[in-house]
């Protein structure tokens, strides 16, 4: 079985200062893993995504994402953060197996309110 | 590239009734999947459709049904509404590798009165 914890519900962050998402994931063999963000009354819009290679992925608006695989994490990080960012981030999650299919597992989602 | 429509994008409907929700993939991608956002429930699977076949399915009672056309665009179906189906309904598209990205449309909001 798959799954995704994101541990905070929400996480609270003054402009300007670097941010972390935080995501831990569970899965049989290598993992696809994904981030996207939600704004309200819209859809997911996808960030950034780690399939295989260098753990240090970077995504759209200045996000990056480190893989690591002995913590089975997945953190979402921003060095300055705007208040534009101000929204609700989902980790996900799909097995790389053959078998396993194409479904996402998405976690609850952190609530980021970034303030000026 | 346009991205991925989803019609209505605001629905309601009262409990018994069915309803029909639509979804066009972004040109040239061949899988669809649905999943359905609730408070509660978060982000839930509910199914995919590759070259007109269900390839997988999530724990949705079989009042939920979808289906995909030729030209990859995909319906999904709610029969006998329940006060709980109300929801965001997300589609959402990908070429055809699991590594593939899913890029998502705006979602349907359903409203069960």
Known sequence: ?????????????????????????SVSGNPYLFWYVQYPNRGLQFLLKYITGDNLVKGSYGFEAEFNKS????HLKKPSALVSDSALYFCAVRASLANS??????GKGTSLLVTP | KAGVTQTPRY?????????????????????????QQTPGQGLQFLFEYFSETQRNKGNFPGRFSGRQFSNSRSEMNVSTLELGDSALYLCASSAIGAGDTQYFGPGTRLTVL
């Open chain 1, 1 to 25: 079985a798959q799954s995704v914890a994101q541990p905070e519900d929400q996480v609270n962050v003054a402009e300007g200062n670097p941010l972390t998402v935080k995501c831990t994931y």
């Open chain 1, 71 to 74: 913590q089975t994490s997945f």
């Open chain 1, 101 to 106: 299919g194409y479904a996402l597992n998405f």
């Open chain 2, 11 to 35: 629905l309601i409907k009262t409990r018994g009734q069915q309803v029909t929700l639509s979804c066009s993939p972004i040109s040239g991608h061949r899988s669809v999947s649905w999943y």
